[in-house]
């Protein structure tokens, strides 16, 4: 092989690297609103009950609870005494329904990505403990430690910059994807 057959192959080499350092943006933006739909398509489908995951008589505004049959019958593991005795707290769907419209919502939006990314690790967090200690499905894992890493890579890219609003609101002090400090 002559050094011109070297040279041809490092720069094919290199541009292929370049190629998905180029798309991973929209990855990044593809994870973020992806993961947002789950979080807003659960706020949707327990606040209205389309049938889904939950059924039109147990929606929220029929008076249903978005998070009794999971507390009660659904937490297992080490910790389920604790969320089970929380399954009749009213005040606990007030924190579970509007975290996942603020954590799904801006998710999709593009616009207060890192907060509602910090929302989500939290969320996955408690559905971890209450659930998923030991994976029913999968003896490693299960897709609250996935999603919670989701989340992770897209507080630490700024996902809200790629395929949304984050771009036009950064400007805002508000609305920045940027944490204050």
Do not use: C
């Not at 297992?76 to 707290?89: E, K, L, S, V």
């Not at 890192?114 to 559905?127: K, Q």
């Not at 209450?130 to 507080?155: C, K, R």
């Amino acid at each position: 092989m002559g050094s011109d057959d070297l040279k041809g192959l490092v720069s094919l080499k290199e541009k292929f690297a370049r190629k998905p350092r180029h798309l991973d943006k929209y990855v990044w933006g593809a994870l973020r609103i992806g993961i947002g739909w789950i979080f807003f398509w659960g706020f949707l489908d327990k606040l209205f009950g389309f049938g889904f995951a939950t059924a039109r008589e147990s929606a929220w505004i029929n008076g249903g609870s978005p998070t009794f049959g999971f507390l009660k019958f659904g937490a297992t593991g080490p910790f389920a005494g604790f969320y089970q005795r929380m399954a009749t707290n009213e005040a606990v769907e007030w924190m579970f329904m509007p975290g996942l419209l603020f954590i799904g919502l801006p998710l999709m939006l593009g616009m207060g990505v890192r907060l509602a990314a910090a929302g989500g690790i939290a969320m996955e967090a408690l559905m971890f403990t209450a659930a998923s200690i030991l994976p029913e499905h999968n003896p490693v894992t299960d897709e609250h430690v996935i999603y919670g890493l989701i989340f992770q890579g897209i507080l630490l890219v700024g996902g809200g910059q790629y395929l949304g609003l984050g771009g036009w609101s950064s400007g805002s002090q508000f609305l920045s994807n940027d944490l204050p400090g």
